[in-house]
């Protein structure tokens, strides 16, 4: 009886340990992005429209990914101190990210590039 109690213990903690184990491997990142003031040029600004309206900019703290309005085109993005990605022909763009500090612009689309979300890594 001993034998049997010890091994159904055994079996126990092993489980246990084995749901704690995957739990923390597999539990997303809780991510905590926020729409801040413009202002600082450590946040990312992003300026964007929607067709029939003028530019509107947006500032974005913190990482995580950002819904943009339905039918976005974004001009410009200052990535401040961050590394940024948008979200548009069914991809994140670009693969990598645009680096720290940097300021994009699509001068050869003069009405920005669409995108639906913004994603600050």
Not at 46 to 59: I, R
Not at 72 to 98: C, E, H, L, M, Y
């Amino acid at each position: 009886m001993k034998h049997i109690v010890k091994r159904a213990a055994s079996a126990t903690a092993t489980t246990l340990a084995l749901t704690a184990a995957l739990s923390a491997v597999s539990a997303p990142s809780a991510f905590a992005i926020n729409e801040v003031d413009c202002g600082r040029s450590d946040f990312v600004q992003v300026t964007s429209h929607q067709p029939g309206h003028g530019d509107t900019d947006l500032c974005l703290a913190n990482a995580g990914v950002f819904p943009l309005p339905g039918n976005s085109w974004i001009t410009r993005i200052s990535t401040g101190n961050n590394r940024v990605q948008w979200f548009g022909d069914a991809a994140w763009q670009p693969a990598d990210g645009i680096n720290k500090w940097t300021v994009m612009t699509w001068p050869n689309h003069p009405g920005g590039v669409s995108a639906s979300w913004i994603r600050i890594l």
